[in-house]
């Protein structure tokens, strides 16, 4: 259901819209529960720049949800990505 109302309205939302991030995120849980690592990633990456936004400077909640991106990544041996994606954690504490 998450992905049905996530593809209807892609092009109608950005996904910096507030409903739309937690659909994204809702998107995420349910596909790591059924061990959908690719689309999991996807939606998770999807998250990152309005997580950015919403959760300036060094936020715990920014923090977790680019450690749940980067686990992902390198779970699925895109390690450049997961790496990548780990440093903005440790760069954003410094802020």
Known sequence: MCQTLIGNNQDVLP??????????DCAMDACIHL???EEAIGYGTRTLQP???????FHPVKAVQLMRVGK???H??????????L??????HHL
């Open 35 to 37: 061990t959908r690592w």
């Open 51 to 57: 997580y950015g936004l919403y959760y300036t400077g």
């Open 76 to 85: 699925q041996e895109m390690f450049r990505e997961a790496l990548e994606t």
């Open 72 to 74: 992902l990544q390198s």
């Open 15 to 24: 996904d910096r819209n507030i409903y739309l991030l937690r659909m994204l």
């Open 87 to 92: 440093k903005q954690v440790s760069d954003n």
